[in-house]
Nanobody, 127 residues
Framework: QVQLQESGGGSVQAGESLTLACSVS????????VAWYRQGPGKQREGVAI???????LYADSVKGRFTISQDNTKTTVFLQMNSLKLEDTAMYYC?????????????????????WGQGTQVTVSS
């Protein structure tokens, strides 16, 4: 059974950092795409970052230069390093995975095309 489990969320002050982890079990992210999405209070879900197993990545403009998506060598965990956090980064963060890697250039995959989703981890940024 495939499971995605997010961890690393918490409450921080603006300007601080957090690293989220998406642990994948029952599945390896070889030849797959894994993305981080978030949904803030009263907001629509939005894509934050996506990483293909080929190494291609893409970031939302709102996080570019502050967030970094990466995977470990075992290809069972995908990280989201979040620096210089802002109040507007407050949201529930979810990871999602789907098999297959689109040809370059890297583009966003529609949320309904992801096969697997985690339960989410809350990130709260305060002033």
């Amino acid at each position: 059974q495939v499971q995605l489990q997010e961890s690393g969320g918490g409450s921080v002050q603006a300007g601080e950092s957090l690293t989220l982890a998406c642990s994948v079990s029952g599945y390896t992210i070889d030849r797959s795409c894994v993305a981080w999405y978030r949904q803030g209070p009263g907001k629509q879900r939005e894509g934050v970052a996506i990483l293909a197993s080929t190494g291609q990545s893409l970031y939302a403009d709102s996080v570019k230069g502050r967030f970094t998506i990466s995977q470990d060598n075992t290809k069972t965990t995908v990280f989201l390093q979040m620096n210089s956090l802002k109040l507007e980064d407050t949201a529930m963060y979810y990871c999602a995975a789907v098999e297959g890697v689109p040809p370059p250039p890297m583009g966003w995959i529609r949320p309904d095309e992801y096969t697997y989703w985690g339960q989410g981890t809350q990130v709260t940024v305060s002033s």
